[in-house]
């Protein structure tokens, strides 16, 4: 079994940063890749990054330039980095894990800009 805890949301200003982890624990054999995706009030689960095992990192259009994903592999711990935040950003941010046989979510924390 694989748990996935994520932290680090909370309220935050337009403008501002945030910066949450999410660390994997229990029985993971290979990692893959991790990734970050985010559900808007009454919107799909969207996709927002993913880092590789060995480092390659792919953002969606609406965060290039403003987020930034890095991972640790020895800690099994997957980072965003979270500048120039938006009203639209306001979303509850869920963590992934891939392995070589299956894939895992965390149970997501919420990040909310507003002035």
């Known amino acids: 079994q694989v748990q996935l805890v994520e932290s680090g949301g909370g309220l935050v200003q337009p403008g501002g940063s945030l910066r949450l982890s999410c660390a994997a624990s229990?029985?993971?054999?290979?990692?893959?890749?991790m990734a970050w995706y985010r559900q808007a009030p009454g919107k799909q689960r969207e996709w927002v990054a993913t880092v590789s095992r060995g480092g390659t990192t792919n953002y969606s259009d609406s965060v290039r330039s403003r987020f930034t994903i890095s991972g640790d592999n020895a800690k099994n711990t997957v980072y965003l980095q979270m500048n120039s935040l938006k009203p639209e950003d306001t979303a509850v941010y869920y963590c992934?894990?891939?392995?070589?046989?299956?894939?895992?979510w965390g149970q997501g924390t919420q990040v909310t800009v507003s002035s």
């Open positions: 229990g029985s993971i054999f290979s990692v893959n890749a």
């Open positions: 992934r894990l891939f392995s070589r046989s299956a894939a895992y």
